[in-house]
C-alpha cells in the first residue's frame, strides 16, 4: 500500500514541515524560534516549566478524522485529496528510528539560528537546543493513529525527553492501551454539546462524538497529568459554560487551558467561515475562564497574554505541582 500523497508532502514541505520516514514530521515552533532569538517564550514554559528552545514540535501520524474550523493545519480535503492514513500504510515506522530521525531534524532545523546567537544567552539557548529534553506530539494530524505510540513515548522517556501528548480523543481504544503514559496527556475540548462538535470539528466518519465522550471518562483514571485543551472561537464555540462545566467535571483532569483561537494558516480559508472577528481577546477568555471556575471549582492559575490563555488547576496540589521535573523523566 503506498504512504501520503505526494501533493501533499510537498505542500506540507513548502510549508516548513521536514518529514521523518514515511508518515512522522516536525517543525519549529514560533516559540522555539523566539526563545532562540532571546523573544517571548512558549505559554508551557511560563504554566509549566517547559524550556521553549529545547522543545520539539511533532507527530508519528499525518491523518486525522476530523477536520476542525479553527486548525491552523492544511486539512488533506479542502485540496482534493480524500486518503485515510489508517488504511495507506503497509507498515508502520520503528519507534526508535521516528525518535531519532526527529531529534536528527531538530538539530537540523535549529541550526541556522546559531548565526542570530549574538548574545550569551541566545548562545547558551541554541547549545541547550542542540539536546532536546522535549517533545510536544501535536504537530498535526492524530497521533493516537500510529499503533506503537506507546513505544514512542517509552523512547523519548528513555532519552530524558519528557512527552506532552495531545489528541482528539476519538480513539479511546489507543489511549486506553498506551504504556507507558506520556508525561502530559491532552484531550482537546471544541465544544460543549454534540452538535456544537459536529459544527466545528466537521468529523470525516461517524460516532466520534462518543467516543470522544469515552476518552474523557477515563482521564480521572489515568496515572499521569492530564489536561483539556479549549480554543474559543467568537459565535462558534465560545457559549454555553454550563456544557463545558459538565464536560470538564467528567473528565477530572489536572488542568483546563482556556485559550483564544487563532485566525492564521488554515483557519483563513473560506470554506471554514472564520474571520478575524472570530478570535476573542485576552479579557473575554480571562472572563470565560472565570466563569468556568466558578461551575466547577477549578483554580484560576495563571495566564499567557501573548497566547491568549487562562490555566485553570482542578485543586491546590495540581496548582503547586504544574511545573515539570525534568529530573524525573526517564
Not at 465544544?191 to 470522544?212: C, H, L, M, Q
Not at 459538565?246 to 487563532?262: C, D, H, P, Q, R
Not at 468556568?292 to 477549578?298: P, Q
Amino acid at each position: 500500500m503506498g504512504g501520503m500523497p505526494a501533493v501533499l508532502k510537498q505542500k506540507m514541505e513548502k510549508q516548513g514541515y521536514h518529514f521523518v520516514g514515511k508518515h512522522s514530521a516536525v517543525k519549529i515552533c514560533e516559540y522555539t524560534a523566539n526563545g532562540l532569538r532571546g523573544g517571548t517564550l512558549c505559554y508551557k514554559y511560563s504554566f509549566y516549566g517547559i524550556r521553549s528552545w529545547q522543545c520539539i514540535q511533532s507527530t508519528p501520524a499525518i491523518g486525522c478524522d476530523i477536520g476542525c474550523k479553527f486548525c491552523w493545519r492544511l486539512i488533506p480535503e479542502e485540496i482534493g485529496i480524500n486518503w485515510n492514513e489508517l488504511n495507506a500504510v503497509g507498515e508502520w515506522d520503528d519507534p526508535d528510528s521516528i525518535v531519532e530521525g526527529m531529534i536528527r531534524e531538530q538539530r537540523r532545523i535549529v541550526s541556522g539560528y546559531k548565526a542570530v546567537a549574538d548574545t550569551d544567552l541566545k548562545m547558551r539557548r541554541w547549545e541547550e537546543a542542540n539536546s532536546p529534553r522535549h517533545v510536544a506530539i501535536s504537530l498535526t494530524g492524530e497521533p493516537t493513529f500510529y499503533p506503537k505510540l506507546g513505544a514512542l513515548i517509552r523512547s523519548f522517556h528513555s532519552r530524558g525527553i519528557s512527552t506532552f501528548l495531545v489528541s482528539n480523543g476519538t480513539l479511546p481504544e489507543a489511549i486506553r492501551k498506551l504504556d507507558p503514559l506520556p508525561t502530559q496527556l491532552y484531550i482537546s475540548l471544541q465544544a460543549p454539546d454534540e452538535e456544537s462538535y459536529i459544527e466545528v470539528t466537521r468529523p470525516k466518519i461517524k460516532g466520534t462524538w462518543n467516543r470522544f465522550l469515552e476518552s474523557l471518562s477515563m482521564l480521572k483514571t489515568l496515572k499521569t497529568r492530564t489536561v483539556l485543551r479549549m480554543t474559543l472561537i467568537k459565535d462558534l464555540n465560545m457559549k454555553n459554560p454550563e456544557g463545558y462545566a459538565k464536560l470538564i467535571k467528567l473528565a477530572g483532569t489536572n488542568y483546563v487551558e482556556v485559550k483564544g483561537f487563532s485566525f492564521v494558516g488554515g483557519a483563513r480559508g473560506d470554506s471554514r467561515g472564520l474571520s478575524l472577528q472570530s478570535m476573542p481577546n485576552h479579557a473575554e477568555i480571562k472572563e470565560f475562564a472565570a466563569e468556568l471556575a466558578e461551575r466547577t471549582g477549578y483554580i484560576v492559575t495563571a495566564e499567557h497574554m501573548p497566547s491568549r490563555i487562562v490555566l485553570l488547576s482542578r485543586d491546590e496540589e495540581s496548582k503547586r505541582n504544574r511545573i515539570i521535573d525534568f529530573s524525573k523523566i526517564a
